[in-house]
């Protein structure tokens, strides 16, 4: 069993920073890929990114050339440095990991889920 803890939420103004934080517990770090979903009101839950155990990562279009994921496998911890925010990423974030490859692009292939931090960028 593995545990995710979110922080680093909060409210910013359009073109701000934030960076997230996820602390994994309970499992080898390092053989498990990594990422971030987020679900804004009214939607569903969608991909972010993910660091896999290789090294390599995915973005989503939508935060592409924005967003960074970085991985601390010393520390058990993954960032998120989000940057140049808009709007329409006001959503809670949530932590992801697991396993199972490309299947974890949607929401049934995570096996590990934090609970969830809010962000919210104002216009």
């Known amino acids: 069993q593995v545990q995710l803890v979110e922080s680093g939420g909060g409210l910013v103004q359009a073109g701000g920073s934030l960076r997230l934080s996820c602390a994994a517990s309970?499992?080898?770090?390092?053989?498990?890929?990594m990422g971030w979903f987020r679900q804004a009101p009214g939607k569903e839950r969608e991909f972010v990114v993910f660091?896999?155990?290789?090294?390599?990562?995915d973005y989503a279009d939508s935060v592409k050339g924005r967003f960074t994921i970085s991985r601390d496998n010393a520390k058990n911890t993954v960032y998120l440095q989000m940057n140049s925010l808009k709007p329409e990423d006001t959503a809670v974030y949530y932590c992801?990991?697991?396993?199972?490859?490309?299947?974890?692009?949607?929401?049934?292939?995570?096996?590990?889920w934090g609970k969830g931090t809010l962000v919210t960028v104002s216009s």
């Open positions: 992801a990991a697991g396993s199972r490859g490309t299947t974890m692009f949607n929401v049934r292939g995570i096996d590990y």
């Open positions: 309970g499992r080898t770090f390092s053989s498990l890929a």
């Open positions: 660091s896999w155990s290789d090294g390599n990562t």
